[in-house]
């Protein structure tokens, strides 16, 4: 099992510009989370998706911000126009509804500067 | 901190020694887990404990929960150097327990 593959792993960027991350989930698992993880703010849940449909996005900061998931498969984190208060590392988690713990990727480090 | 708390923020032992960590909650909840994060990785997920349970053990992992205090410890016993990373607890809540709340973290340091 491959595990939660996120893309990239770094993204160093201008503000101003559009980022876009990227996860895959394990195969099978219905729930996928998006998290924001900071120093001073700790691991904040940003939206949560069940078999492809947003549910719960009430932690999406602002209105820069989008998430989509096209299918089972796949699904991104959108930031434009990106700011310097953007940085943090970007999670991906995943869950199976038939129980069991959230799987995370490994992140995607994002500097804005 | 509205929701939670967890001390100490860091702690650092010698290699055998063992190592317990503390986690505050302020909401009812449906279940508390405990991750673990290597610097620069994910989340691993360790152990999870129900609101009905007091104590989970888990290899070198002892969790115990008391609802009454709405507090969590972690132990790790006989410390390895492989064991430094942050530690963090987590809690599920609400209808589904879909979402998880995180403390802020125990960086763990284990000296050889």
């Known amino acids: 099992d491959a595990g939660v593959i996120q893309s990239p792993r770094h993204e160093v960027t201008e503000m101003g510009q559009e980022v876009t991350l990227r996860c895959k989930p394990i195969s099978g698992h219905n729930s996928l989370f998006w998290y924001r993880q900071t120093m001073m703010r700790g691991l904040e849940l940003l939206i949560y998706?069940?078999?492809?449909?947003?549910?719960?996005d009430s932690g999406m900061p602002e209105d820069r911000f989008s998430a989509k998931m096209p299918n089972a498969s796949f699904s991104t984190l959108k930031i434009q126009p990106s700011e310097p208060r953007d940085s943090a590392v970007y999670f991906c988690a995943t869950k199976a509804d038939t129980g069991g713990p959230q799987h995370f990727g490994d992140g995607t480090r994002l500097s804005i500067l | 901190s509205q929701q939670g708390e967890e001390d100490p923020q860091a702690l650092s032992i010698q290699e055998g020694e063992n190592a317990t960590m503390n986690c505050s909650y302020k909401t009812s909840i449906n279940n508390l887990q405990w991750y673990r994060q290597n610097s620069g990785r994910g989340l691993v997920h360790l152990i999870l404990?129900?609101?009905?349970?007091r104590e989970k053990h888990s290899g070198r992992l002892r969790v115990t929960l008391d609802t009454s205090k709405k507090s969590s410890s972690l132990l790790i016993t006989a410390s390895r150097a492989a064991d430094t990373a942050s530690y963090f607890c987590?809690?599920?809540?609400?209808?589904?327990?879909?979402?998880?709340?995180f403390g802020k973290g125990t960086k763990l340091s284990v000296i050889p």
């Open positions: 987590a809690w599920a809540s609400g209808a589904g327990s879909y979402q998880l709340t």
């Open positions: 998706f069940n078999n492809n449909v947003p549910i719960d």
């Open positions: 404990i129900r609101s009905n349970e």
